[in-house]
C-alpha cells in the first residue's frame, strides 16, 4: 500500500482553480513532521517531473512552468500535503502525484495512484 494518497483532480477549464490533496494516513506523526514532501506530474509521454516541494519549515520551491499560479502548503496535524492551482493551463494537464523527499529532493516510497488534472485546450 501506497505511504501517500493523492486526491482533488477534476477537468477543469483555462484559466479555473484546482487543490490537490495527499494525505498519508499510514503514516506516524514523527515521521511525517519532520519530512519534506514534493508534488510531482506526469503528462502523457513525458517523464515524472517535480512541479513544488515544501520543507519542514515551510520554505517552498517551484519548478519555473508553475511558479507564481501554484502554491504547496502542508497541514501537519491533518498529516496533509496541498498543492493549490490557479490560473490552469492546458499543459498543466498531468497525472499528479505527492511522496515525500530526501535531502537530495529524490522521492522516499513507492508512487501511489496519483490524482488526473485535466484542462482541455
Known amino acids: 500500500q501506497a505511504q501517500l494518497v493523492e486526491s482533488g483532480g477534476d477537468l477543469v477549464q483555462p484559466g479555473g482553480s484546482l487543490r490537490l490533496s495527499c494525505k498519508a494516513p499510514?503514516?506516524?506523526?514523527?515521521?511525517?513532521?519532520?519530512?519534506?514532501f514534493g508534488w510531482y506530474r506526469q503528462a502523457p509521454g513525458k517523464e515524472r517531473e517535480l512541479v513544488a516541494s515544501i520543507t519542514t519549515n515551510t520554505d517552498r520551491n517551484y519548478a519555473d512552468s508553475v511558479k507564481g499560479r501554484f502554491t504547496i502548503s502542508r497541514d501537519n496535524a491533518r498529516k496533509t500535503v496541498y498543492l493549490q492551482m490557479s490560473n490552469l493551463k492546458p499543459e498543466d494537464t498531468a497525472v499528479y502525484y505527492c511522496?515525500?523527499?530526501?535531502?537530495?529532493?529524490?522521492?522516499?516510497?513507492?508512487w501511489g495512484q496519483g490524482t488526473q488534472v485535466i484542462v482541455p485546450s
Open positions: 499510514r503514516m506516524i506523526t514523527s515521521v511525517f513532521n519532520p519530512n519534506q
Open positions: 511522496n515525500a523527499l530526501s535531502s537530495t529532493k529524490q522521492p522516499k516510497y513507492n
